[in-house]
């Protein structure tokens, strides 16, 4: 009886192994297609920036770099608010460093995506303290979400927080901009 109690444990054992080095497998083949979605972004975007009722003309620009291992995002490029974000594989996982115009740089992660009938939707949260922040309750850049909307419109929005609550956002309705590239 006991050999077969330990032979029905070792038996689940192996079937929850193969099940979770099958998710994460999926997950790293999704990172890997995310991280190409964002590459195809290589270009240059305009469109409108919208922030609490405001809203202003925005550009933006995506680049690869690094051997195409990395693609940097610059956010009103040539401007006091210009601001970079770096996209790239972190192992299995797709991740990004904002570097903030409020002088600090969070590390994100993104969540498992969603791909719908509009496109894909990829979701960065906040993923440990980022560089020059001494702790969450700095404001910080906590979530960043980038839909894919199709080859030429993307939206992307990003979540301020202070104290661990959301204070606002700014939203980017971009199309792909021809004259830039």
């Not at 994460?24 to 920036?49: P, T, V, Y």
């Not at 550009?59 to 490029?77: C, D, H, K, S």
């Not at 702790?135 to 910080?140: F, G, L, Q, T, V």
């Amino acid at each position: 009886m006991r050999a077969i109690v330990l032979l029905s444990v070792l038996a689940l054992s192996s079937a929850c192994a193969s099940t979770h080095d099958e998710v994460r497998e999926q997950q790293a083949q999704q990172a890997r297609a995310e991280f190409d979605q964002i590459k195809a972004l290589a270009g240059g975007w305009s469109g409108k920036a919208a922030h609490g009722g405001d809203s202003q003309s925005a550009e933006v620009t995506y680049r690869l770099t690094a051997g195409g291992n990395a693609v940097v995002e610059t956010l009103f490029p040539g401007t006091e608010h210009e601001m970079v974000t770096v996209y790239y594989l972190e192992g299995e996982q797709l991740a990004l460093t904002h570097y903030c115009v409020v002088g600090n740089q969070p590390h994100m992660v993104a969540k498992p995506g969603a791909s719908g009938p509009e496109g894909t939707t990829i979701v960065f949260e906040c993923h440990g303290l980022g560089t020059n922040m001494a702790s969450e309750d700095d404001a910080h850049m906590h979530t960043a979400t980038l839909e894919i909307l199709g080859n030429d419109h993307i939206r992307t929005t990003w979540q301020m927080f202070e104290k661990q609550k959301q204070t606002h956002a700014a939203t980017f309705d971009l199309t792909r901009d021809y004259t830039q590239s």
